[in-house]
């Protein structure tokens, strides 16, 4: 049975929390640099999901009497790529490739890396010393190289893409949760709820996990925008997903050889990566900024 | 300092050890035989055997990594089944290209990236502020193989100012030499400086701050002094940290600058050899980028107690 | 009449934020007399640092602003100089010190490299002249062994060393004004009395005067001659420092007095004795900026600024209750209130 002092206490912490929150969505909404990549995100979200609607020619559709077409001519918006298909609608489609991969492999090397952050830190010792010379024996790969060894081996695909990135995305985060968990630990707060008797679960995920969750935030949203580039790198090496799916990194590698006659294929698509990068950093900037000023990211 | 240096470099051979394991066993992760995967599918059943002895794929696996460990420390790769030749000497052929590159575009991201984030520290909030946050912003969110597509169009194609393939040779001049180089590495250079550019203007920002700041200018020194001498070099820390970043960076990331002009360097090497399936090429490429790269971050490590006499390496705090 | 050296007419300093304009000194006048230390005091927010830094034009520019007054040194406006001309004052004429010394030495350089810098800045000595003179600044303000200190670097000295090298440093060109802010507040307590004993020395055999900026008023007791109180970006009170002492004017010093009593040793905390916080300098303030704490306040300090008047020579309050009567009648209370003053 809870006294009124403890509900009146909830409900005070409550307004807190909620002017809080308040307060950083203001700040981050303030930002206008902030807001328009908020802007350009959601529309690259809106067009990855709706683009059977927005597309205006199914994505893969080839005919070899349209090829290289100019913008406008014969009803497809931004030309077509020299298997004649549209390029409008393979941008569209190729949003939702960006998307996916950007997003799954930062989860995949989120959720791994801040475990192993989680566990290195928290348990220090040996198994810390192991598993750092392992996350240095990994940050010793320029970040792409390591994504492109991988899918030689892994072989194209989308899966694999997400694998490859997302195993190069682990480091980063590791060390993150690591610094994270360890400036926590040492807080006082943490020694008095031990010297109390609570379990490593306990401390872990009521003080440790919140505390880290605002830097892992920001992180993950700008490791997001370095997997889109990746992907399209790894397309454009001729290693990502395979053909025909559309991905803006494929596109831009098959403009490439047709940049003479039809240039718009590598303008357009590059651009198409650009602003999607563009505007997760813009955002991830501001949500850095709102979050903690003070952040080293 | 001698022994700060002796400790580093015994922490680097945990560290590459890491390295050969993690690239041995992601070479062994190729499905099927590597030896028929190199050789591809016209190969006879006696060549793959033939080349799996030789590959040492038939001994038991430890023997296997610790035979390729010793061959690693002999500096011997092994030969190269596409270039037909010792993978160590297409090494040592590439590897300078790469360099010449990376230096190229590092020093152009000092020149252009340092000053601009000094100037938009000292204008902060003003047009030119913006000018230059908004560019260094486009800078690091650039595609650079797509950048480098673009310049190859324009100054290339379009305007045929340039060539956009291939590396030049001092033989037949300066101007051969450069003009093949301008165009890469001005592509290599866009990230590097953009984010110089970025973390110089926070960093000043923050020094401009502090106190000291205000005792320079209250000696009645001269703002550039007080900028460029006492701010800046105080400023200069976090920078040195990412230079070193982003020059093994611009090793690695030279793969995709490389491929698009054509250069001949490390990058291209790998990219190349992924096409003709030569693992035993991209294997050992690989693991000497990543000593490289250990090795440039020794290097900082060590600049870093040189700019920064604050810092006490020789405890276990240093050393980032 | 000993001559005046600095005089600082009506100065008026404005923070701007956003549209936010706060007015940390408002009308403040003083004169600096030649070997003669002068104290300001007041709480932080009074706005005696801004003063202080506002003399060598130290204020930082992007967000606060001198918008009006004289600042007369040598028959010259200081705040009508060039920015050349303004930095050969500055280390030159009149030197400045800080509050911190272990974030006011630059922490890259050897202590010698900023010495040297700043004698070479202003005198064409070469570099090994400059290093002499540089050891012998060194040796000057006490410190042992100077010529292996001299290649060393901030963080390898202590608080009080780094505090000497920063009072080395602003005597490099032998200045005829020091301005020391809060000199001694970061300092442990042992130490503060050396740091103070050796400016002191170092003042009258350098025949200069010190501005003196605390909250301290046992540092204006020991070391000043005259002391300026300040409140809410204004002067109060200013006088010879004995008169102030026996004999203070204004309601706030009388608190100022009361709390060195109680000796708070943080100078962020509110008075100890005066309840209640300065006023919100943002907002144009009508009437005596005191009145919110002041236990005497009549309708007429609600509604009118007191003006500074001077009811004996040399000795400027800025209340209006000054004539003999009244002022006796005031203190009388507030010693049989003395309560309602301390709670």
């Known amino acids: 049975m809870k006294t009124m002092e403890e509900i009146e206490n909830a409900k005070e912490l409550q307004y807190l929390k909620a002017k809080k929150e308040q307060s950083f969505f203001r700040k981050l909404l303030r930002n206008r640099f902030a807001a328009l990549g908020l802007i350009i995100i959601l529309i690259l979200i809106l067009t990855a999901i709706f683009a059977p609607f927005i597309a205006t020619h199914p994505p893969n559709a080839m005919d070899v009497t349209k090829t290289l077409l100019g913008p406008g001519e014969s009803g497809h918006l931004l030309g077509t790529d020299s298997y004649g298909r549209d390029i409008f609608s393979r941008i569209v489609y190729g949003a939702r490739i960006s998307l996916i991969v950007g997003i799954a492999a930062v989860l995949f090397g989120a959720i791994f890396g801040s475990l192993l952050g989680l566990v290195s830190g928290y348990l220090g010792g040996r198994i810390d010393a192991i598993i750092m010379r392992i996350i240095d024996g990994m940050m010793a790969f320029p970040f792409i190289l390591l994504a492109i060894v991988l899918m030689t081996v892994l072989g194209q695909g989308l899966g694999n893409a997400v694998i490859a990135i997302g195993v190069s995305n682990i480091p980063g985060f590791a060390r993150l949760v690591r610094g994270q968990v360890l400036s926590v630990k040492e807080a006082d707060y943490i020694e008095v709820t031990r010297s109390l008797g609570a379990k490593h679960g306990r401390i872990l995920f009521r003080h440790i996990v919140p505390n880290s969750i605002a830097p892992l935030i920001v992180y993950a949203t700008m490791s997001v925008a370095g997997a889109i580039i990746s992907e399209a790198s790894l397309s454009f090496l001729g290693l990502g997903v395979q053909p025909p799916t559309a991905s803006w990194g494929s596109m831009l590698q098959e403009g490439k050889d047709f940049l003479v006659l039809s240039p718009g294929l590598a303008t357009i698509s590059g651009l198409a990566i650009l602003v999607t990068v563009l505007g997760i950093n813009l955002f991830g900037d501001g949500l850095r900024d709102a979050l903690d000023p003070k952040m080293k990211l | 300092m001698k022994r700060f240096l002796f400790r580093r470099i015994l922490q680097l051979i945990p560290t590459l050890f890491i390295v050969a394991i993690i690239v041995f066993f992601i070479t062994r992760m190729l499905p099927g035989n590597p030896a028929a995967v190199m050789l591809g599918p016209q190969a006879s059943a006696e060549d793959i055997a033939a080349y799996s002895e030789q590959l040492g794929l038939n001994e038991p696996l430890h023997r296997q990594f610790f035979d390729y460990l010793g061959n690693l420390v002999k500096f011997d790769f092994g030969n190269s089944l596409s270039y037909n030749q010792p993978i160590a000497d297409l090494i040592m052929e590439r590897f300078p290209n790469t360099v010449i590159l990376a230096i190229s575009a590092l020093i152009i991201a000092v020149i252009i990236g340092v000053p601009a984030g000094i100037l938009a520290a000292k204008k902060q909030n003003t047009f030119l502020d913006y000018f230059i946050t908004t560019f260094s912003l486009v800078g690091v969110s650039m595609p650079i193989f797509w950048l480098g597509v673009m310049l190859a169009l324009y100054f290339s194609v379009n305007l045929g100012w340039l060539p956009s393939t291939g590396m030049g040779s001092l033989d037949n001049g300066l101007w051969d030499f450069l003009s093949h180089l301008i165009l890469p590495s001005i592509a290599l250079a866009t990230i590097p400086t953009a984010q110089f550019a970025r973390i110089i203007r926070s960093s000043m920002l923050e020094t401009i701050s502090h106190d000291y700041i205000k005792t320079a200018r209250s000696k009645g020194l001269r703002e550039f002094i007080v900028i460029n001498k006492h701010a800046l070099k105080n400023a200069l820390t976090p920078l040195l940290t990412v230079m070193g970043l982003q020059f093994s960076n611009l090793l690695g990331g030279a793969v995709l600058t490389e491929t698009i002009f054509s250069w001949p360097g490390m990058g291209l090497l790998i990219v190349n050899a992924i096409e003709k399936r030569d693992f035993v090429v991209v294997q050992n490429t690989v693991i000497f980028i990543a000593v490289i790269y250990v090795v440039i971050n020794l290097i900082v490590d060590v600049l870093y107690k040189v700019v920064n006499p604050k810092i006490n390496l020789d405890s276990d705090k240093g050393g980032a | ?343």
Not at chain 3, 54 to 69: C, D, M, Q, V, Y
Request: a negative charge; hydrophobic letters at 40%; one cysteine or more.
């Open chain 3, 1 to 343: 009449m000993s001559e005046s050296i600095l005089n600082v007419k009506n100065l008026q300093v404005e923070f701007k934020s956003g549209s936010i304009i706060t007015r940390a000194v408002n009308g403040v006048s003083f004169a600096l007399n030649k070997n003669e230390n002068i104290g300001i005091v007041g709480e932080s927010g009074s706005g005696k640092s801004v003063t202080a830094t506002s003399i060598l034009r130290l204020i930082p520019s992007s967000s606060a602003k001198i918008t009006g007054g004289e600042i007369i040194l040598n028959g010259r406006d200081l705040l009508k100089l060039s920015n050349r001309e303004m930095r050969k004052v500055r280390g030159n004429e009149i030197s400045m010190i800080f509050q911190d010394p272990s974030t006011s030495l630059n922490p890259v350089f050897t202590v010698g490299n900023q010495l040297i810098e700043t004698i070479r800045a202003h005198k064409k000595l070469t570099k090994k002249e400059a290093k002499q003179r540089a050891i012998e600044l060194l040796e000057l303000v006490g410190i042992p062994a100077p010529e292996k200190r001299i290649n060393m670097y901030p963080h390898e000295f202590s608080g009080g060393m780094r505090q000497r090298v920063m009072i080395a440093i602003a005597l490099a060109c032998d200045p005829k004004i020091l301005i020391a802010d809060e000199p001694t507040t970061a300092l442990d307590v042992t130490v503060q009395a050396q740091i103070l004993n050796l400016m002191k020395d170092l003042q009258e055999k350098l025949d200069m005067s010190i501005i003196m900026i605390t909250h301290d008023l046992g540092v204006v007791w020991e070391m000043c001659d005259q002391i300026l109180v300040m409140y809410a970006g204004r002067v109060v009170e200013s006088a010879k420092v004995e008169d102030l002492y026996h004999n203070p004017l204004h309601p706030y010093t009388w608190g100022l007095l009361e709390s060195q009593i109680t000796e708070s040793q943080d100078s962020h905390a509110p008075l100890a004795s005066i309840p209640g916080s300065p006023p919100d300098l943002s907002y144009e303030i009508k009437g005596c900026p005191f009145v919110d704490r002041c236990p005497y306040a009549q309708d007429i300090c609600h509604n009118e600024a007191p003006k500074l008047i001077e009811p004996t020579e040399g000795h400027a309050v800025a209340c209006h209750f000054q004539t003999e009567t009244e002022k006796l009648e005031r203190r009388e209370n507030a010693y049989i209130n003395g309560d309602t003053i301390r709670s």
